[in-house]
């Protein structure tokens, strides 16, 4: 199907180069049927690039997406242009009447901070407590994923002796699960983090369940409330040269990074990545979309509590 996205949406026109169906707003009215709401949170610095990671994913269903671009009315991004925000992007106060089949929080660079000290952290915690009435899932990426299980359930996020970067196997630890439906017994998924959460803390929480875990990148994915959130540690939705292009822009700026592990063939950064994820990725986003969003989620949006 297509994904529906405003007019002269910057992704579009890459989306269409990649042979991916786009439908803009005006056109939306002509397809007669309901497409899926799904609202994303980006708070990445690099907006666009994040923007396309996940369209490009998501075109992968069969189903008409409508996506809103959502903001935070208390944060100002610096890597953002205001024309591309104001034109784009939707202010939460803006949108909190309003109901949606998903909602994606993507990751943020404020690892350091302790959730408290981030600046934005009282609105986004509003939000994340809008989602649990007015989101049938809510998918929470990386520093998303910890805030999420921070507030909901107060697990706490622990820094790591250096930054978990690269492409690491993750274990099947649930089969049965819708989201692990298709999904080989050992996947691969790209991470890019200073801090984790730990499965003992988890382990505490009755309402938590892990599905996928790595020996070496420790906790993969979380979920609650009969899959209404979804916690993933890792970027199943990453393009091949995100880790490349984030690795050479810290070796430019003289920064401590390793060369990503098992990323690179040969460990050679001149010979490329070797792309493992992208079709388990594909695989996943659309076990998403289709067991806890399409077929939970009510025809009439009023009707999500």
Known sequence: MSLILP????????LRKEHIDVTENTRSVALKVRPL????????????????????????????IEVTWMSLATHTPKHASPEHMQAFYQPFPELKEQKFDGFIVTGAPVEHLAFEEVGYW????????????????????????????????GIPKHPLPQ????????????????????MDDVF?????????????????????????????????????????EVFVTGHSEYSPYTLDTEYKRDLGKGLPIQMPMNYYRDDNPELG?????RTHGVQWYLNWLHYLVYQTTPYNLNDIK
Not at 7 to 14: C, G, L, N, S, V
Not at 37 to 46: C, D, G, S, T
Request: contains cysteine; charged residues 25%; proline residues 6%.
């Open 7 to 14: 007019e002269h949406f910057p992704a579009t026109d890459i």
């Open 37 to 64: 709401r799904v609202a994303i949170l980006n708070l990445m610095p690099l907006k666009i690039d994040t923007e396309v990671d996940l369209l490009r994913i998501l075109a992968q269903s069969p189903y008409h």
């Open 122 to 153: 009282p609105e986004l915690s509003d939000i994340f407590r809008w989602a649990r009435t007015n989101v049938t899932s809510t998918l929470y990426i990386c520093w998303a994923a910890q805030a999420g299980l921070y507030f909901h359930y």
């Open 163 to 182: 930054k978990m970067f690269g492409i690491f196997p993750q274990q099947v630890l649930d089969a049965a699960h819708p989201l692990m439906r298709g």
């Open 188 to 228: 691969f998924m790209p991470h890019s983090r200073h801090t984790e959460v730990r499965r003992e803390d988890i382990d505490r929480v009755n309402e938590l369940k892990i599905i996928a875990e790595s020996e070496y990148s420790g906790v993969g994915m979380v979920v609650a409330r009969e899959g209404r």
């Open 273 to 277: 990545p070797v792309v493992r994820w």
